[in-house]
């Protein structure tokens, strides 16, 4: 049974499967509760100006209170012929109230309407993945904290460049995750302005208050431009794009952990919680979750560029295109959530990192060749010189099969005069690590001042 939506201007209801085609009641009741929100606050500021009575006003609010226990109970579940969510609250209000459930809509549009439970809906999912931002980094801390000696094989281009501090290593993943609960906050302060009143596209004849309803709904400003209003979706590609970015350093840390996971590097187990087995091959375990994470990145980078593309031909103001946004944005929300969540967890109780092999790892490789150069820099040979004479003794040293703390005093002495016998500290792996103190360094003392900073940094 088909209600009648539209005005006495259409004589027949639409084609059955228009009507799903045009629907957006399946996903866009995902903001049911900030579109119940948003209209109690316009239904009292259409009573607080006087456009209707107090009374009126009051039980608009009311049966929208209703619904909302209605919904929170699994009672209303309306079907496809409401259209969307909006509809369907209206249409339920006024069941509910009566006739005056039809004043609801005064002074207001489904265009102004969506822009408003959309910001609402977004505001507080940032606010959540902010939580698990910081959830992230607390359990980083945690490992790092307790990891500040021990080594890890540092690379650039995959190649072993210089040993680090684990800690240090993994303070990297703090930072990013550090600039990405900022960028999120800058973004919610666009999110955070209400388009409520801006009407259909260009305002109303009725004496409406939009800051009122902002201030009802805790929305910093109001837009100043009716059109703009209704029809800017920038907060959304900003939280998109910021989500990407928290995706992209998300799969750049799965990427690592996959990477040590394997035979090749043997940096962590993984526990039985946290990885899967094969139906074929009884030996294998299997990083599955950092493995769906670094899929996952790309359905989140999918959704920015949908969004960038529905928006780019868009004549002002709204347009149905736009109905397109909410998929892909909420989509966008549940995957960083979960993957956020499930990283933590990961780090938190699903790896063990082998701090034996990693003390292996970085004893049985060149990665102490740039502090020879050093040493011999510091004793005032210039640097370009010992570095081209140090890069000779590592290509003697791989014929001879040898290491270079493998290398005798005498043989040091040969390839230069400067060389002592502080040589074997100096290209000791600890103490190659320590001596990098400089700010922002692996050195130890560096680390722990970081670990101190960041600590302060989430204590908020
Ligand atoms: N369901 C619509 C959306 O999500 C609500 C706004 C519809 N406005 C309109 N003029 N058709 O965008």
Redesign the pocket.
Do not use: A, I, M
């Given at each position: 049974t088909q209600q009648q939506t539209w005005s006495q201007r259409f004589e027949s209801a639409l084609h059955p499967a228009i009507a799903l085609f045009n629907a957006?009641i399946n996903f866009?009741i995902e903001l049911i509760e900030y579109d119940l929100t948003g209209s109690q606050a316009h239904a009292k500021m259409l009573a607080h100006t006087g456009i209707i009575s107090a009374e009126e006003g009051e039980q608009l609010v009311s049966g929208l209170e209703q619904i909302r226990q209605e919904y929170r109970q699994g009672q209303f579940q309306p079907g496809v012929d409401a259209e969307?969510v909006?509809f369907a609250v209206e249409r339920r209000l006024t069941e509910i109230v009566g006739d005056v459930g039809k004043k609801l809509h005064t002074a207001r549009s489904?265009?102004d309407q969506?822009g408003t439970d959309t910001r609402l809906y977004l505001r507080e999912q940032i606010q959540q993945i902010r939580n698990y931002l910081r959830e992230f980094q607390r359990v980083i801390l945690d490992i790092a904290e307790q990891n500040v000696e021990t080594l890890i094989p540092g690379y650039t281009h995959l190649q072993r460049a210089q040993p680090l501090s684990l800690a240090h290593h993994l303070l990297a993943y703090f930072e990013m995750a550090q600039r990405d609960w900022e960028r999120l906050g800058d973004v919610s302060r666009r999110v955070n302005i209400s388009p409520l009143g801006c009407g259909a596209l260009a305002g109303t004849t009725f004496p409406i208050d939009r800051h009122y309803t902002a201030e009802l709904l805790n929305f910093d400003s109001v837009y100043a431009n009716s059109l703009d209003g209704v029809s800017d979706r920038d907060f959304a590609i900003e939280f998109l794009c910021a989500a990407s970015l928290i995706m992209v350093h998300l799969s750049r840390l799965s990427e690592e952990i996959i990477l040590w996971a394997s035979e090749e590097f043997r940096f962590i187990t993984l526990k039985d919680s946290c990885a899967t087995g094969s139906s074929i091959m009884p030996q294998k375990k299997n990083p599955d979750v950092p493995e769906l994470v670094r899929g996952k990145t790309g359905r989140v980078f999918g959704h920015l560029q949908g969004m960038l593309v529905i928006m780019k031909g868009l004549p002002l103001a709204?347009n149905?295109d736009?109905?397109e946004d909410?998929e892909g944005l909420f989509d966008g929300v549940n995957t960083v959530k979960a993957c956020l969540e499930a990283m933590t967890i990961l780090l938190r109780e699903g790896l063990e990192f082998r701090s034996q092999r990693l003390g292996e790892a970085v004893a049985e490789d060149f990665s102490n060749a740039t502090d020879v150069a050093d040493y011999l820099a510091a004793r005032g040979v210039p640097f370009r010189e010992a570095y081209n004479l140090v890069g000779k003794v590592v290509k003697t040293s791989i014929a001879a099969g040898k290491l270079l703390k493998d290398l005798t005093l005498e043989e040091w002495q040969q390839i230069h005069p400067a060389f002592a016998a502080d040589i074997y500290d100096a290209i000791a792996p600890r103490t190659v690590v320590a001596a990098r103190n400089s700010y922002g360094g692996t050195g130890f003392a560096q680390v722990n001042k970081a670990i101190h900073t960041a600590r302060n940094q989430i204590r908020e």
């Open positions: 957006s866009d969307d909006h489904r265009n969506v709204y149905k736009l109905q909410k």
